[in-house]
């Protein structure tokens, strides 16, 4: 059984999809869960839902790619809460409807948009909450990265800045294990494969012809999409005492769709 009790974990993006799965699994095992989200009142409803489980849970409003709203949502989190035990760096994507084209296609302003949401973001909350961590004796961090960051992406919108982005989180992610494993800072990452999650990824797969659903599922050994539910485990798998000398790695939920 997986124990959290006091612990004070912070998600960001954690709304809906994978983020909100993974609220809901970390405050019923006795976590205090802040919710950040671009949009405020959907972490604010998945926050309500969590408390009328009988749950701890806060929301707000925090841009990951804006490197002064995240500092003032860290100081908040400590101000109230002083501690940070569990940080999941679930906030990334597309960036909206980015087109699929060429990369001759793509505008700077494109590329970097996706970069600094994906990559940029998790830099600014882990150069924050590191210090933190280090002071009250440890921690653990869990990035939600891609199996496109570890592959390719195929997706149907933005794989140019999508997958090398999701790449960069793993190298991030790596260095980080290393330099803070002395401090009792563990640094992991899960990598999604195709997941049944938010509107907007559901909107995208219903876009699909039948034909071209089932010939990606056919790729999948499992022959199914993953729900959001499966990838929540994982990262409170690793987020929790139970994964204590787990630090570096990246875990592939996937369907078995890459297998490494």
Not at 131 to 160: W, Y
Request: glycine letters at 12%.
């Amino acid at each position: 059984m997986l124990d959290f009790t006091d612990k004070v974990v912070l998600i960001t993006g954690g709304a809906a999809g994978i983020g909100g799965a993974a609220a809901g699994i970390f405050a019923r095992q006795g976590a205090s869960v802040i919710i950040t989200d671009i949009d405020l009142s959907m972490a604010q409803a998945r926050a309500d839902e969590i408390k009328a489980e009988g749950g701890k849970a806060e929301a707000l409003k925090c841009n990951s790619s804006n490197c002064d709203e995240v500092e003032c949502t860290v100081k908040s989190v400590l101000e109230r809460y002083g501690r940070i035990d569990v940080f999941v760096n679930n906030a990334g994507g597309t960036h909206g409807a980015i087109h699929s084209g060429d990369i001759e296609d793509y505008t700077a302003e494109e590329f970097d948009k996706v970069v600094k949401l994906n990559l940029y973001g998790l830099f600014y909350f882990t150069r924050c909450i590191i210090p933190q961590m280090k002071k009250q004796g440890g921690g653990s961090i869990v990035i939600v990265s891609s199996g496109a960051g570890r592959t390719t992406s195929r997706s149907e919108v933005g794989r140019i800045p999508y997958a090398p982005s999701k790449a960069a989180q793993l190298g991030l992610m790596r260095q980080l294990a290393l330099e803070t494993a002395p401090e009792n800072i563990r640094v992991n990452a899960v990598a999604p494969g195709l997941i049944k999650s938010t509107a907007y990824i559901e909107n995208n797969w219903l876009s699909n012809t039948e034909e071209q659903k089932q010939a990606t599922l056919n790729k999948i050994p499992m022959g199914r999409r993953g729900l959001s539910e499966e990838i929540a485990n994982g990262i409170v798998f690793l987020a929790s005492d139970e994964a204590s000398y787990i630090t570096g790695h990246c875990l592939d939920i996937n369907g078995g769709i890459i297998m490494m």
